[in-house]
Nanobody, 115 residues
Framework: QVQLVESGGGLVQPGGSLRLSCAAS????????MGWYRQAPGKQRELVAT???????NYADSVKGRFTISRDTAKNTVYLQMNNLKPEDTAVYYC?????????WGQGTQVTVSS
C-alpha cells in the first residue's frame, strides 16, 4: 500500500507564493510518474503538473511559467512551487503517483487565493 501525504496549503493573497509537499511512503523511483492535480468547487479534477521517474516534467497551460514541480529523491518527496498565484488557482490540490497501472492519491490540501 502506498501512502501520499500532502502539506503546505493555506490562504495567500493574489500574487503570493506557496510550496506544496507530497511525501511518499516508499522510494519515488518506484513510480512511473508523480504529479499534482487540483479540483475547484463544482469542477472536475484537472492535471496541474507531472514529473516522471526520468525527470521529465509536464504542466497545464494555465500554470506554465508560474508553477514548478520538483523532487527530492532522498526524502521521497515531490514539491509544487506556486508563484504569482491567482484567485482561479483556488482548489484542493492532490498528489498522485502512478505505478503498475495503478494510481494512488493523497488526501488533498486546500489552497485559497484571496485578498
Amino acid at each position: 500500500q502506498v501512502q501520499l501525504v500532502e502539506s503546505g496549503g493555506g490562504l495567500v493573497q493574489p500574487g503570493g507564493s506557496l510550496r506544496l509537499s507530497c511525501a511518499a511512503s516508499r522510494t519515488i523511483f518506484s513510480f512511473y510518474a508523480m504529479g499534482w492535480y487540483r479540483q475547484a468547487p463544482g469542477k472536475q479534477r484537472e492535471l496541474v503538473a507531472t514529473i516522471t521517474s526520468g525527470g521529465n516534467t509536464n504542466y497545464a497551460d494555465s500554470v506554465k511559467g508560474r508553477f514548478t514541480i520538483s523532487r527530492d529523491t532522498a526524502k521521497n518527496t515531490v514539491y509544487l512551487q506556486m508563484n504569482n498565484l491567482k484567485p482561479e488557482d483556488t482548489a484542493v490540490y492532490y498528489c498522485n503517483a502512478q505505478t503498475g497501472g495503478i494510481g494512488y492519491w493523497g488526501q488533498g490540501t486546500q489552497v485559497t487565493v484571496s485578498s
